[in-house]
C-alpha cells in the first residue's frame, strides 16, 4: 500500500521500518520506522496506513445513510433533524480520514495554532512520505493521558497535566475555533516534559466566531441566571424559528438553569448543559446543528477523561482563567463595538457596488427597460427606510470628529 500510494520502494523511503503494527484501527494501522535525511541524520517517525478496500466500504456505507436521510426527509417530523445534512457531515468526517493528505495538513494546521504553547507538541508531518493512503508524522514516545499510575511512575504532577490538557481544550474551541474532534486517550499522550501531545487528527471540527459568542453567551447567561438573554441568544444565530414561543423557551432554560445556580464551576459539566439544551429540540423545532453535536461528543470525552485523572476537579474550573478573559475580550463592550464596526465598514465598502446597481436601475427605468409592480417599490422604500448606512455614517463622524479632537 505504501510502495503504490508513494512510488517508490519501502527501502528508498525508510531507514528502516517494522512490518508489525503498533496501533491499529477499523480503517488504518500504524507502523514505527525511521527515516535518515541527506545529512544522514536518523530522525524516528510513525506511519499510518490505510485498509485495502477500505474507501470502497465507506462509500456503500455512506450510500446507504443517504439512502435512508432521503426517505426520512419526506416526513415531517424528521425536518428538525436535517438527515442529510447530518449524513453530509458524517460524508465530510469520512473524507478527511480516507485522504491522509487532508489530515497531513489538519495536523499542519493544528500544530500552527500551538506553536508558541510550551505545554502542547503537535507531531509534525513528514510530507515526503505522504500520500493519499499513507501518512507519516514524527513519533510520539509518553504515556497515554488516562494511564495515572503511569502517569504517577513517570513523576508527573496530575494536576498540572489536567489544567495543561484543560487549556489546550479550551484554546482548541474558543481562540482557535478548530478543535480535535476524536479526543478519547488512546489520541492524547504526555511525553517526558509533561507536555501535552495529541494524535491523530482525522476528525477535526470547525466552530466560527459567531457560534463561540452564542456559546459563551449561553454559557455566561445559564451561570448568571440570565434566562432571557440565554433564550435570546438562540433567537439571534437563528437556531429557533421566530414563531416559537419565546416566554416558553425561557421558562424551558431556567428549568435547566436553576438547578446549577450557586454551584462552583468545577461542579458543572458544560456537555451536560449543552445536551439539555438540545433536549428541548423537539418542543420548540430547534434545528439540529451537527458541529454542535460534535462538540457536545467531544467535551464529553474530555470532561470524562479529566474525571479519571481527578475526580474531585473540573476541567473547566482550571481553565477559568482562560475562560474569563476570553469572555471579556469576546463578549464585552469593547467586543461589541469592535464587532459592530467592522460590519459597518464592510457595508461601506459595498456602498459604491450598491451605488452603481441604483445608477444602472435607474437608467434602466429612465428608458423604460424596466417596470417594477407598486409592491416591489413599496419593499424597496421599506429596505431603504431600515438601511443602517446613514447611521452607520452619523457613528463614523462622531468618532473621526473625536480623534480630530485627541489629534
Excluded: C
Excluded at 491523530?200 to 448568571?224: A, H, K, P, V
Excluded at 454551584?263 to 456537555?271: D, H
Amino acid at each position: 500500500m505504501i510502495e503504490a500510494d508513494l512510488g517508490r520502494p519501502i527501502e528508498e523511503l525508510f531507514a528502516s521500518f517494522d512490518p508489525v503494527p503498533v496501533a491499529a484501527a477499523s480503517i488504518a494501522q500504524v507502523h514505527f520506522a525511521t527515516t535518515m535525511d541527506a545529512n544522514g541524520v536518523m530522525r524516528e517517525v510513525a506511519v499510518k496506513v490505510l485498509r485495502p478496500g477500505i474507501e470502497v466500504a465507506f462509500r456503500r456505507d455512506l450510500n446507504l445513510f443517504y439512502w435512508l436521510a432521503e426517505r426520512a426527509s419526506a416526513f415531517r417530523s424528521f425536518d428538525r433533524f436535517r438527515p442529510v445534512e447530518v449524513v453530509r457531515t458524517f460524508a465530510r468526517i469520512a473524507e478527511g480520514e480516507m485522504d491522509f493528505r487532508l489530515e497531513a495538513a489538519a495536523a499542519s494546521e493544528f500544530r500552527e495554532n500551538f506553536l508558541d504553547d510550551p505545554t502542547v507538541k503537535v507531531p509534525e508531518v513528514d510530507w515526503q512520505r505522504t500520500g493519499l493512503r499513507a501518512l507519516t508524522l514524527e513519533r510520539v514516545i509518553g504515556v497515554r493521558i488516562d494511564d495515572r499510575a503511569a502517569l504517577l511512575a513517570a513523576g508527573h504532577d496530575i494536576d498540572e497535566i489536567l489544567r495543561r490538557a484543560s487549556e489546550h481544550f479550551f484554546n482548541q474551541v474558543f481562540r482557535d475555533g478548530y478543535f480535535h474532534a476524536d479526543l478519547h486517550p488512546g489520541n492524547l499522550f504526555v511525553n517526558s516534559d509533561g507536555i501535552i501531545v495529541p494524535v491523530d487528527f482525522g476528525i477535526m471540527g470547525r466552530i466560527d466566531i459567531e457560534t463561540r459568542r452564542f456559546l459563551g453567551r449561553m454559557l455566561l447567561g445559564l451561570l448568571t441566571g440570565n434566562y432571557q438573554d440565554v433564550a435570546q441568544a438562540h433567537f439571534d444565530i437563528g437556531f429557533i424559528p421566530r414563531d416559537q414561543p419565546r416566554d416558553e423557551f425561557v421558562l424551558a432554560v431556567r428549568a435547566i438553569g436553576e438547578p446549577i445556580r450557586g454551584l462552583p464551576l468545577s461542579e458543572i459539566s458544560l456537555a451536560r448543559l449543552l445536551g439539555q439544551l438540545f433536549g428541548t429540540a423537539k418542543r420548540f423545532n430547534i434545528g439540529i446543528q451537527p458541529q454542535l453535536l460534535l462538540l457536545q461528543k467531544t467535551m464529553m470525552v474530555a470532561e470524562g477523561v479529566g474525571r479519571m485523572l481527578n475526580p474531585n476537579v473540573n476541567m473547566w474550573e482550571l481553565a477559568r482563567p482562560l475562560i474569563e478573559s476570553w469572555m471579556i475580550a469576546n463578549m464585552g463592550p469593547a467586543a461589541e463595538l469592535k464587532a459592530a464596526l467592522t460590519t459597518t465598514l464592510a457595508r461601506l465598502r459595498s456602498l459604491p457596488a450598491t451605488l452603481s446597481q441604483f445608477e444602472f436601475a435607474a437608467r434602466d427605468l429612465a428608458d423604460g427597460g424596466v417596470r417594477l409592480h407598486p409592491e416591489t417599490l413599496r419593499l424597496l422604500a421599506e429596505q431603504k427606510r431600515r438601511s443602517p448606512i446613514v447611521p452607520a455614517l452619523w457613528v463614523i463622524a462622531v468618532l473621526l470628529f473625536f480623534i480630530w479632537l485627541a489629534i
